[in-house]
């Protein structure tokens, strides 16, 4: 990866995390990194790498595998720390710590919006469909601060490009009226992310995202705006949040948001996030360890028996509450996405992962 200089601004605290400019240069191969932290609750703890991105709009490498040919991601690292979260890996392109570091150590491509605009007039650039929020979360707390969504999707509106944005964010509302906008002149997926409603299953394994019913009134709001908004159920965690009682609850609480459509997909455990998860389980369900072993023990997916079953599920409840069909949107190019498990790494100037949250 590559970043163009940047220029030291001033505002936040550069380097206050330790981190000398000669370390970022380590890190991320220029010297071109602004450091900074902000000593406010919201963002205690977390450092932000601000960089001036070369190129925003990523491709997905095996296309045909992946239905989202390509890609803007203004940040690299969440926020919103779940435990299971497959990004995780990616961090470590960065020689950035897969755990904690993840959570805190957040880049951020200051000058993504500039940068789109400037490539979506490129003659070579197809107008094809642009997904957001399949590798981090595009609406995580630090878009309060940095503001790059709202020129991402002006630019994209001004070319009438098609787009789609998945999220587990209720900042996405402050950006309404732009959706509304874009989708008066293109097609706009929107999906939010909601696995399961369990308060305390949320508050251990998503600590940093809106509690699940937050995300429920995105999906209820973006509705009565006329934006449809489908859910993607997940992950659907093993022995935690796959009980009937629990599914049903998350489906009728999905159905009663206006969900146009409901998309249920079980966790993996890619490397990476497999690690820390099982880290987490030890501690939070130490009693659950062998039997996700057992689950996992094939590589990153659960069983294709398991699948099935959980997919049978959730589309019996759907259908008993009304859920719109799977629609040609995000949630079904989602679902057919599901990478191999033996997938080749990516072979792209900035590496991409699809997290599917
Ligand atoms: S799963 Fe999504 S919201 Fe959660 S940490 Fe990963 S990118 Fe962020």
């Known amino acids: 990866m590559r970043w163009e200089n940047l220029t030291v601004e001033s505002g936040g605290s550069e380097g206050s995390d330790g981190h000398s400019r000669a370390a970022d240069a380590a890190l991320f191969g220029a010297d071109a990194v602004t450091t900074r932290t902000f000593d406010t609750p919201e963002f205690r703890g977390i450092t932000f790498h601000e960089v001036r991105a070369r190129s925003v709009l990523n ?23 779940c435990v299971y979260c497959f990004a995780r890996k990616t961090h470590g392109y960065l020689d950035l710590d ?20 400037r490539q979506l007039t490129s003659r070579r ?15 995580q707390r630090a878009e309060g601060r940095y503001r790059l969504m709202p020129g991402i999707i002006s630019a994209l509106t001004e070319h009438a490009n098609p ?23 293109t097609d706009v997926g929107i999906s939010v992310s909601v696995g399961f409603t369990d308060t305390e299953l949320w508050r251990t394994v998503e600590p940093g995202t809106p509690a699940p019913e937050r995300r429920l009134d995105v999906v209820r709001t973006l509705g009565e705006r006329g934006i449809g908004c489908g859910v993607l159920m997940a992950p659907v ?92 949107g995000l949630a079904r190019r989602i679902q057919a996405a599901r990478a191999p498990e033996a997938a080749e790494p990516p072979a792209v100037s900035e590496p991409t992962q699809l997290t599917l949250m």
């Open 125 to 139: 650039w197809q107008g094809d469909h642009v997904a957001m929020g399949t590798n981090v979360d595009c609406y």
């Open 59 to 81: 491709r997905v490498p095996g296309a045909s595998r992946m239905p989202f040919e390509w890609t803007v991601n203004p940040y690299r690292g969440c926020t919103h720390a």
């Open 163 to 185: 787009f789609s944005i998945l999220t587990k964010g209720t900042l996405i509302l402050r950006d309404l009226d732009l959706l509304a906008q874009a989708a008066r002149v």
């Open 237 to 328: 965690v093993p022995f935690l949040s796959d009980h009937p009682d629990r599914l049903r609850e998350t489906v009728r609480a999905i159905a009663a948001a206006g969900a146009t459509s409901v998309t249920p997909l079980v966790l993996h455990l890619r490397p990476g996030a497999r690690e820390w998860f099982m880290t987490w389980l030890g501690q939070h369900h130490p009693h659950l360890v062998a039997r996700y072993e057992r689950l996992y023990a094939e590589g990153a997916y659960a069983p294709r028996w398991y699948q099935r079953r959980i997919t049978r599920q959730v589309h019996e409840l759907a259908q008993e509450y009304g859920v719109g069909p799977t629609r040609a």
């Open 98 to 117: 897969t755990g904690i570091g993840f959570d805190t150590q957040i880049v951020v491509k200051v000058n993504a919006p500039e940068v789109l605009r």
